[in-house]
């Protein structure tokens, strides 16, 4: 597995960082407007500021002309008083004329151009005086047309002080609007001053923290993607791991199977061996003088049982055995007993001795396999005289069963008659045979521990006393049926349970003729 | 205290006490896989001159390799020339009663107890 979802994860990142640039380009640029909307507000300003400026200088012109208008008229009216020219005279009066007209003009001007309260009060308080100044003024212009002496010059003194007063009004009034003009407009560059300092301040302190804030999101979103991708990798290493691990898995169930395959074929084999060394019913029958029934059902893993019967002369010989454990080994080893018997049965008559010379055999085998195996194994031989049997019995194996022709039922214990076969280089010294009386009607029962043993799903076990039981209750039957009365009980114990061990019965009934 | 054990079985040696003591059920395959508890066997045997004891009283299961080995001990311990061996069986465990019986017809001298 390569890392495809670590750069897909990767490039998410980078996407998100461009949408936040992005965010952040958009905030400044809004910041931007706001500075630029602010500019041209301080811009209007600017420019109503310099009308305001305008304005003040048109008022401040037409105050001026006024003052220049009423001081002219003063002078020209003086002039009229000293001059004898009739000429001069009258363009005195003309022009007088013209003064008093370009005041009213001023005066209407500024008026219309808008003035204060104070201003409009002002301009009511001079018209008193001007009007004194103007009497005076027409009766000494009037006078001075024909040709009088001018009756009191004191006339003149009150005019001009009218007039003078007239003249400080309007200066104050000039004064006045060229203060407050100022006022206006230190005013209003201070606030533009103040506002786009405020401005420059607010676009740096925006700026600054969207870099920071920005920054952080991004040195954020980094260390995520770093985590992501550290998980991404843990990910892909458990998933290599798994993938690892099942792969394992799988060849071990390969192997597994192929073991299978391999136990399969052992099972078969197994099965064969023990099925070809059985005896058949043609040598069961030769012995004339017994009713012989055998059963053998292979566990469903190879077991290690034998039994084999076979005669020599006039003895028949039984022998039964059990090697240990189960698989192939076990099986070859039975194998091994079933020929080492019938070899040394050929020789020797004396079954101790054959036990022993098995042993022998067997142990030299067992240890060369490099095995542990060995096994439970009894040899019986058995003569016919005037329809009564003599068995003799050799070897430790499960206890001997025998139902007596009336019933009664005898066991007996095999543990010194013999020594497990295969364990030790000699049994010798621990042999022993056991003498046993067969009248007619008189059977005897050899079995393995898988009819004893045998369980069932509660792991309880079918146990001795079953078999007793079975055999007592069905002891008149030929040997036949008791074995398969034996077979069927056990088979009912067992229920659905699969076999473990191998189950091995001979049954072997005297006669009656 | 020396320790052997898996869930199924535990073996014990006890040198200070001269006992080796299995419990539960020992299945083990072959020899190989019994080396370890023949070591501790031999380790036990080799404590001369004292009375040793193998515990099998809480042993439910030993599979034919287990009595392979403890037969190949009794023949060991013929040689053994002082301390008395002990092995120390249950009547309840059904396989006990005739395989140690075999051990002490391999070791006369074995002391049987089974209770």
Known sequence: ?513 | MKKIEDENYCVTLDEDSAKVIMDGVLRLSGAAEFTPIVGFLNDLLALEEKDIEIDLSKLEFMNSSGIAVLSKLMISARQRKSGKITIRGSLSIPWQTKSLKNLQRLLPALELIIE
């Open chain 1, 1 to 513: 597995m390569s890392k495809p979802e670590t750069t897909i994860k990767r490039s998410n990142i980078r996407q998100q960082i461009v949408i936040i640039l992005i965010g952040f380009v958009l905030v400044m640029g809004i910041v931007g407007f706001s500075a630029k909307i602010g500019i041209n507000t301080m811009q209007e300003n600017k420019e109503r500021l310099k009308e305001i400026v305008n304005t003040n200088n048109q008022k401040f012109n037409l105050l001026t002309i006024m003052s220049d208008a009423i001081r002219d008229r003063m002078l020209i009216v003086y002039d009229m008083t000293n001059t004898q020219d009739t000429f001069e005279l009258d363009d005195l009066y003309l022009l007088s004329g013209k003064k008093v007209r370009d005041f009213i003009n001023a005066r209407e001007q500024l008026v219309a151009m808008g003035l204060t309260d104070k201003q409009l009060k002002q301009l009511d308080e001079q018209k008193d005086k001007l009007k004194q100044a103007q009497t005076i003024l027409n009766s000494i212009i009037e006078q001075a047309i024909n040709e009088q002496e001018i009756s009191n010059i004191s006339q003149i003194t009150q005019a001009r002080s009218a007039n003078n007063t007239v003249l400080k009004s309007l200066l104050d009034m000039q004064n006045f609007q060229n203060i407050k003009a100022q006022e206006q407009l230190k005013l209003s560059e201070d606030l533009a001053r103040k506002t786009g300092i405020q401005l420059f301040w607010l676009t740096l302190f925006a700026f600054i923290s969207s870099i920071i804030v920005v920054s952080f999101i991004i040195r954020h979103m980094l260390s995520q993607g770093k985590k992501l991708d550290q998980a991404l990798l843990e990910l892909h290493q458990s998933n290599v791991m798994l993938e690892r691990r099942v792969e394992e898995r799988t060849n071990e169930l390969m192997l597994t199977r192929s073991e299978n395959m391999r136990m399969t074929a052992e099972l078969d084999a197994g099965r064969k061996i023990q099925e070809i060394i059985l005896p058949t019913g043609s040598e069961l029958e030769q012995i004339k003088s017994l009713d012989i029934a055998a059963f053998m059902q292979p566990a469903d893993e190879i077991g290690g049982d034998y039994y084999d019967i076979l005669t020599y002369g006039d003895r028949a010989y039984f022998g039964i055995g059990d090697v240990t454990g189960h698989g192939l080994e076990s099986g070859i080893v039975m194998l091994m007993v079933q020929a080492s018997m019938r070899s040394h049965l050929q020789q020797e008559g004396d079954i101790s001795k054959v036990l022993q010379m098995v042993n022998e055999t067997l142990y030299n085998n067992i240890q060369r396999m490099g095995t542990d195996k060995n096994l439970s194994l009894a040899l019986c031989s058995y003569q016919n005289s005037n329809g009564i049997g003599e068995i003799i019995y050799c070897g430790q194996h499960e206890t001997i069963i025998i139902v007596r022709n009336d019933g009664d039922i005898e066991e007996f214990e095999t543990d010194d008659l013999g020594f497990p076969v295969g364990l030790v280089d000699s049994i010798s010294e621990f042999t022993n045979i056991l003498r046993i009386e067969l009248k007619p009607g008189d059977a005897m029962v050899l079995y393995t521990d898988g009819i004893s043993e045998a369980a069932n799903e509660n792991n309880e076990l079918f146990g001795i006393d079953s078999l007793k039981k079975i055999i007592k209750n069905n002891y008149q039957l030929s040997a036949e049926n008791i074995k398969t009365s034996i077979v069927q009980a056990v088979t009912d114990f067992i229920g659905s349970k699969s076999l473990y061990d191998d189950i091995s019965l001979v049954v072997i009934k005297q006669k009656s003729e």
